[in-house]
Each structure stands twice: as structure tokens, then as C-alpha cells.
T-cell receptor, first 114, second 117 residues
Framework: GENVEQHPSTLSVQEGDSAVIKCTYS??????FPWYKQELGKGPQLIID?????GEKKDQRIAVTLNKTAKHFSLHITETQPEDSAVYFC?????????????FGEGTQLTVNP | DTGVSQNPRHKITKRGQNVTFRCDPI?????LYWYRQTLGQGPEFLTY????????KSRLLSDRFSAERPKGSFSTLEIQRTEQGDSAMYLC???????????????FGEGSRLTVL
């Protein structure tokens, strides 16, 4: 089955700096790659996603890049703010299996220091 | 609030007891998922419903676990004879079959945290 690895497990940045989180996946059939933000005591919330027919997608301060050949994708957050502090999860989905069944990475605890 | 609703939010039980969690998905979503999340880990897939049909179950779902979605609306996840290893956050998510942008996006509830003593 699909395996998703995520790095780093913890990331601490100063407010205003950029943060980058990287993920690799194992199954080349995966075609949907969402990123979720999870705040303490809450469920994961989708912040951005990308499909395999696109190499890059941007939404304000957040961007995701996908390299299908290398089977890795990354989350970029620019101009970080203290409210960006949370755990971020990447995930991958293979088409045709259980609708949107996602395999998640282990998460990155992002801390933005004021 | 029209998001995914889960109850109870917290459940503390003694080993060997049965527990049941309920999930109310977003009303127009016909796909419903249960995931389990342990501390410091990403969510792990447990099972998936399309309408009332349970289409897939993970190997993680032992025979002590059962999930239902009668009438294709709310869902329940029951754990019988709980063990300490069942302590985790149980997350429910829903999505729509509709095509177009956002297809496949999972909307998660706040989760039900289970502690087995």
C-alpha cells in the first residue's frame, strides 16, 4: 500500500520567516495530495491540495509543489505568523480506492515564534 | 454549524467496556470515513461508507470494532471489550461524490477522544 514520509517532525521559525515541509510517497499511482492543519484538540482542516496534473499551486501565503518523477511534494508557508503554529499533515490518495481514502504522513509540529 | 459533528467529544471507560461514537456528516455528503489518530501520529484509515454501504475496512479494524451507517446519514462506531491500546482520537470525515474542484476533499469533525483505563 501507499506509504507517506514527512520531514521534519518539528520546525521552529521566527515570525515573518518562511517554513517548508517535505513529503515523499511510495505509490506512483497516487494523484491527489492534500495538506491539513491540525490545531490542538481539533480535527484536521484542509489548507491546500494539489492534483498530479499540476506542478505548483498557490493560495496567498501558502504554496504546494509536486514532483511526480521524484514522488515528493512540499508545503511552503511564507511570512509566517504565530497563528500558523499547529501540526501540519501531508497525505496522498490513489484514485479508485475508497473514494478519497488518504494515507497521512506523521505530521510536522510548526512553531512560529513572535 | 453545518460541519461534521461527532459525539461524545471525550469518553473515559474501563477496560472491557463497550463504547459507541456517533458521527453526523455534512448533510449533502454521501461518503463517510472513520480514522484513528494516536498521539503524535497522522490519522489512520479505518473504514469507509458510500451512502449506507460499507465499502472498505482496514486491517486495523479488528472484530471488536463495528461501524454502521443506517439510511446513509449518521454513522456509529462501536468498540466492544475495549483495551488500553484502543485509546486514541477517533475522527470522522465526509466528502462528496460530486465532480469538479474540491472533489475528494475530506471534511473532518473535531474527533472523539477515547481513554481506556
Amino acid at each position: 500500500g501507499e506509504n507517506v514520509e514527512q520531514h521534519p517532525s518539528t520546525l521552529s521559525v521566527q515570525e515573518g520567516d518562511s517554513a517548508v515541509i517535505k513529503c515523499t510517497y511510495s505509490d506512483s499511482a497516487s494523484n491527489y495530495f492534500p495538506w491539513y492543519k491540525q490545531e490542538l484538540g481539533k480535527g484536521p482542516q484542509l489548507i491546500i491540495d494539489i492534483r498530479s496534473n499540476v506542478g505548483e499551486k498557490k493560495d496567498q501565503r501558502i504554496a504546494v509543489t509536486l514532483n511526480k518523477t521524484a514522488k515528493h511534494f512540499s508545503l511552503h508557508i511564507t511570512e509566517t505568523q504565530p497563528e500558523d503554529s499547529a501540526v501540519y499533515f501531508c497525505a496522498a490518495s490513489i484514485p479508485g480506492t475508497s473514494g478519497s481514502r488518504l494515507t497521512f504522513g506523521e505530521g510536522t509540529q510548526l512553531t512560529v515564534n513572535p | 454549524d453545518t460541519g461534521v459533528s461527532q459525539n461524545p467529544r471525550h469518553k473515559i471507560t474501563k477496560r472491557g467496556q463497550n463504547v459507541t461514537f456517533r458521527c453526523d456528516p455534512i448533510s449533502e455528503h454521501n461518503r463517510l470515513y472513520w480514522y484513528r489518530q494516536t498521539l503524535g501520529q497522522g490519522p489512520e484509515f479505518l473504514t469507509y461508507f458510500q451512502n449506507e454501504a460499507q465499502l472498505e475496512k482496514s486491517r486495523l479494524l479488528s472484530d471488536r470494532f463495528s461501524a454502521e451507517r443506517p439510511k446513509g446519514s449518521f454513522s456509529t462506531l462501536e468498540i466492544q471489550r475495549t483495551e488500553q491500546g484502543d485509546s486514541a482520537m477517533y475522527l470522522c470525515a465526509s466528502s462528496s461524490l460530486a465532480g469538479g474542484p474540491g472533489t475528494g476533499e475530506l471534511f473532518f469533525g473535531e474527533g472523539s477522544r477515547l481513554t481506556v483505563l
